[in-house]
């Protein structure tokens, strides 16, 4: 399980409005204590899942590891979308895959470099080919863009739900 404190959010920078939520779930930080350990999963319960991703910069204990390999399970879990879109491009799932090595202390961090530049490669020529084609595409777009964007918000609905799962069961020690 991972721990942070009043004290270390503080120092991160933590954004008043969580920090004060959290303050009051727990009844103040006076009683509380700015040093008492402060499980991440109640961050994900009280405050969600994005300000809990936000205090693993300020965790008691490092969290590199799991960090990249939750980060690896996001990647992985969409990397079907671009390998639809760019058949035979596998510069992300090596990307992937090297990070997760690296993670696990088997590559370094030149062959991380070196899969993290392949990798921003194949993603700036998916996003140039994808804007190329939304440009050829315009003429249709007015007509789909309400049914569009309902499926996109329903999509990315569907993936921080996923996401927030999956981080749980990292906190929570059922994958790491």
Known sequence: MLYITFRLAKEAGACAEGYKQFARHVGGITKFGKNTPLPLT????VCGFGDALWALRCTT??????????????????????????PGDKRPRKAIEVS????????????????????????????WAATRAAARAAAWAAAGDAAWYAAWDAAGAAERDWQKERFLQYLNEEVV
Do not use: M, S
């Open 42 to 45: 109640d961050v994900v319960e």
């Open 61 to 86: 204990e490092p969290c590199d590891r799991l960090a990249r390999l939750f980060a690896c399970d996001c990647a992985e879990h969409v990397l079907p979308i671009f390998e639809q879109k760019n």
């Open 100 to 127: 997760r090595r690296y993670a696990n202390g088997e590559a370094t961090r030149e062959e991380l470099d070196a899969a993290w530049d392949a990798a921003w490669a194949a993603a700036w020529a998916a996003a």
